[in-house]
């Protein structure tokens, strides 16, 4: 089977819904349907900082429903997860902004949802090995970890990446470079770190080209690993995007 696996999305529903049919898929009952039977993939991070994050929800929660959603949690959808079971969560990094268009629900709706996404989230495997050479991870994953029982450490990985532990002067994590050493035969596609664009490394492909920061929303075509892009509606910000070594 062939894949279009897009980056992160962070709310930014218009440009998605450009993107897909861009992709040629066309929508059927609110369902995306190709032509040519590919499959849409998802890095994760669905929501946060961007306009529409529950119309990506939705669209994702009926992909669910119909059994044709590939996707990969990220440390956003993590945060917000652990939200909605209640644990002591901060409301920045554009959580603030999901929590706020969920109180604009009624309060009937608002219960709905909140039970669907936890429904959709406990359901979502930690990375999806769609194929023998492709893997959909939103932060990462080194070869070594490829297969292995779930731990804290390959949890946190899949994620955050490589966690250095040191902060950019503007608070910004310092983030390692796992691509760089990755020598493994599956291709991992994955986001997490802004970039302005995609960055191709060995067997790995970062398709987070911060759309949500005026940049752009990006699909690989796999195994094609041809990339398709549409432009942000967002403003731009440039200080927002990473510059591998």
Known sequence: MKFDVIGDVHGCFDELIELIEQL????ENGLPVHSEGRRLAFVGDAMDRGPKSLAVLQLLFDMQDADILHYSPGNHCNKLYRFFKGNPVELLHGLEMTVDEWRQLEKGQQQQFKNRFLR???ALPLYHRLRDDLIVVHAGLRQDMIGQALSRRII???????????YHSDGRPVR???AKTYNGEPWIVYGHTPVETPYFQNHSVNIDTGCVFGGMLTALRFPELDICQVPSKQVYQPDRFHQYD
């Open 24 to 27: 040629g898929y066309r929508f």
């Open 156 to 166: 946190t990985f899949a994620l955050y990446g490589e966690i250095t532990g040191k």
């Open 176 to 178: 390692g470079n796992w």
């Open 120 to 122: 959709f989230y406990e």
